[in-house]
């Protein structure tokens, strides 16, 4: 089974991958906005208690990997997943025989070692995707869906990356799609309304108040107390990492919210409701407005200490009023008649 | 966001790719765009490397003033917290703590330290002789 890999960039690497591991498989209708709709993608949560980069845990988006598996799963498409532990020779002997086998395989590495990117990037993040489809020379050929054009990477390199540890560590985890069939209209269909139905649970009544619409209010109410509790240096780089975590290489921009109003779109290609436009144009005035409250944020972090309290409120006003506007559209789709 | 309104500020990607962002077109549909970053994250990028850097170099102090092992310095210099040093090292948090403290750290096997100088990435006698 010769054929040819094509690389497709995306916005965020999980999509990147699933779309084009399934691409290649022969689902032409895949696109990013798809994958991310089907997987549920949209979320949000913000973990008490927990720091990353010395600042808040704050997600826009599900666990990793769920996107890629719950895609695969509404489409009927089997997956096939091997993690190998600290076992780096049979990492690496599995990878060289798939390949060798011409199976274009997702990988889950580390960026901190990820030598093609800037060292302002490389931090301890451990959920990275990206695609091995070949090897030439010794080098293993790249597709990583964040990138314009495809890269490679070093036999050693490649163990560093699978092998990152820390949380989320890769342990050399490889996936990849097998035996797919032609998938019908019907089933994509079927598809996107669980997929929306399940994001507008996940959003609207996930319990407690740290996730959903709810922990948008969580993080508001912690930003009105940042300044006093943390003094307005780190308050402010505290706000810098909200606004990385929403808008760094990876989000599509606006906390994923535009790709999910580029899916709603996408969706009334299947589902003729034109509910969905008019649901997408609200996302569109989400992302806006979480674009809005970085430019805020960033007000106060470029001064560094010249911050007032009432910069802070300013900012978390406009989060709560996200929260609202975000409840209400996942109240829209909750009650859409897809059929 | 309109496909116009698109920021192309210089930012740190440059040296690896232009990102893409879902944006609208004229007609008020769905596309998407490659940009060269925006000053507002940027901004935020370089605070946070600012912040690593006065924490590094505060490790740097407290090393020379005998309050912290080298451990200390070069889990900030590689940007390691505790639990992404206890996944490197195998060692739990307990102890990593105890190993901060110069003078556990000095009776620390040659086992132990080439642990953590391979986490480290330097040699273990950069990691002991390193003073500050």
Same mark, same amino acid.
């Given at each position: 089974?010769?054929?040819?890999?094509?690389?497709?960039?995306?916005?965020?690497?999980?999509?990147?991958?699933?779309?084009?591991?399934?691409?290649?498989?022969?689902?032409?209708?895949?696109?990013?906005?798809?994958?991310?709709?089907?997987?549920?993608?949209?979320?949000?949560?913000?973990?008490?208690?927990?720091?990353?980069?010395?600042?808040?845990?704050?997600?826009?988006?599900?666990?990793?990997?769920?996107?890629?598996?719950?895609?695969?799963?509404?489409?009927?498409?089997?997956?096939?997943?091997?993690?190998?532990?600290?076992?780096?020779?049979?990492?690496?002997?599995?990878?060289?025989?798939?390949?060798?086998?011409?199976?274009?395989?997702?990988?889950?590495?580390?960026?901190?070692?990820?030598?093609?990117?800037?060292?302002?990037?490389?931090?301890?993040?451990?959920?990275?995707?990206?695609?091995?489809?070949?090897?030439?020379?010794?080098?293993?050929?790249?597709?990583?869906?964040?990138?314009?054009?495809?890269?490679?990477?070093?036999?050693?390199?490649?163990?560093?990356?699978?092998?990152?540890?820390?949380?989320?560590?890769?342990?050399?985890?490889?996936?990849?799609?097998?035996?797919?069939?032609?998938?019908?209209?019907?089933?994509?269909?079927?598809?996107?309304?669980?997929?929306?139905?399940?994001?507008?649970?996940?959003?609207?009544?996930?319990?407690?108040?740290?996730?959903?619409?709810?922990?948008?209010?969580?993080?508001?109410?912690?930003?009105?107390?940042?300044?006093?509790?943390?003094?307005?240096?780190?308050?402010?780089?505290?706000?810098?990492?909200?606004?990385?975590?929403?808008?760094?290489?990876?989000?599509?921009?606006?906390?994923?919210?535009?790709?999910?109003?580029?899916?709603?779109?996408?969706?009334?290609?299947?589902?003729?409701?034109?509910?969905?436009?008019?649901?997408?144009?609200?996302?569109?005035?989400?992302?806006?407005?979480?674009?809005?409250?970085?430019?805020?944020?960033?007000?106060?972090?470029?001064?560094?200490?010249?911050?007032?309290?009432?910069?802070?409120?300013?900012?978390?006003?406009?989060?709560?009023?996200?929260?609202?506007?975000?409840?209400?559209?996942?109240?829209?789709?909750?009650?859409?008649?897809?059929? | 966001?309109?496909?116009?309104?698109?920021?192309?500020?210089?930012?740190?990607?440059?040296?690896?790719?232009?990102?893409?962002?879902?944006?609208?077109?004229?007609?008020?549909?769905?596309?998407?765009?490659?940009?060269?970053?925006?000053?507002?994250? +940027?901004?935020?990028?370089?605070?946070?490397?600012?912040?690593? *850097?006065?924490? =590094?170099? @505060?490790?740097?102090?407290? /090393?020379?003033?005998?309050?912290?092992?080298?451990?200390?310095?070069?889990?900030?210099?590689?940007?390691?917290?505790?639990?992404?040093?206890?996944?490197?090292?195998?060692?739990?948090?307990?102890?990593?703590?105890?190993?901060? +403290?110069?003078?556990?750290?000095?009776?620390?096997?040659?086992? *132990?330290?080439? =642990?953590? @100088?391979?986490?480290?990435? /330097?040699?273990?006698?950069?990691?002991?002789?390193?003073?500050?």
């Amino acid at each position: 089974m010769e054929k040819e890999f094509k690389h497709i960039q995306t916005a965020h690497c999980e999509n990147g991958a699933t779309t084009s591991l399934l691409r290649y498989h022969g689902l032409d209708f895949m696109t990013e906005p798809l994958a991310f709709g089907l997987g549920s993608g949209i979320f949000y949560i913000h973990i008490p208690f927990l720091q990353v980069n010395n600042g808040p845990a704050i997600s826009y988006r599900s666990m990793p990997g769920w996107i890629f598996s719950r895609t695969c799963k509404s489409l009927g498409v089997k997956v096939t997943r091997k993690k190998f532990g600290n076992n780096e020779a049979a990492a690496k002997a599995y990878l060289d025989q798939k390949i060798k086998e011409g199976v274009p395989v997702g990988c889950q590495v580390g960026v901190f070692n990820l030598p093609y990117f800037p060292p302002e990037y490389r931090f301890h993040f451990n959920a990275h995707n990206l695609i091995v489809w070949g090897k030439e020379n010794g080098n293993y050929l790249i597709s990583d869906p964040v990138m314009e054009t495809v890269t490679s990477l070093s036999e050693e390199d490649m163990i560093r990356v699978r092998f990152a540890k820390g949380p989320l560590a890769p342990k050399g985890h490889v996936y990849f799609p097998e035996n797919v069939k032609p998938v019908s209209k019907e089933i994509i269909q079927k598809g996107i309304i669980k997929g929306i139905r399940r994001s507008a649970r996940d959003m609207l009544h996930i319990p407690g108040n740290i996730a959903g619409v709810d922990g948008i209010k969580y993080t508001a109410n912690h930003i009105r107390k940042w300044r006093e509790k943390l003094g307005p240096r780190k308050a402010g780089l505290y706000l810098g990492q909200v606004v990385r975590m929403q808008e760094e290489i990876g989000t599509g921009g606006g906390g994923f919210r535009f790709l999910y109003a580029a899916f709603l779109e996408e969706a009334h290609a299947y589902i003729p409701n034109d509910e969905l436009l008019n649901i997408s144009q609200d996302f569109t005035k989400v992302g806006d407005l979480w674009r809005a409250s970085a430019v805020q944020m960033g007000r106060i972090y470029k001064g560094r200490i010249n911050n007032e309290q009432s910069d802070f409120v300013v900012c978390a006003d406009m989060l709560t009023e996200i929260a609202d506007l975000e409840k209400q559209a996942f109240l829209k789709l909750k009650k859409l008649d897809l059929g | 966001m309109k496909k116009e309104e698109l920021p192309q500020d210089e930012s740190a990607l440059k040296a690896m790719t232009r990102e893409l962002l879902y944006v609208k077109d004229k007609e008020g549909k769905y596309t998407t765009g490659l940009s060269t970053g925006w000053e507002v994250k +940027k901004a935020a990028l370089d605070n946070a490397w600012d912040d690593i *850097k006065e924490r =590094v170099e @505060a490790a740097r102090l407290a /090393v020379k003033n005998g309050e912290k092992s080298p451990v200390y310095y070069f889990m900030e210099l590689r940007l390691m917290d505790f639990p992404v040093l206890s996944g490197y090292t195998g060692f739990w948090t307990f102890n990593i703590k105890r190993h901060l +403290k110069p003078s556990v750290f000095k009776s620390l096997s040659e086992k *132990k330290l080439a =642990v953590y @100088a391979k986490a480290f990435d /330097v040699t273990v006698e950069e990691l002991k002789n390193f003073k500050g």
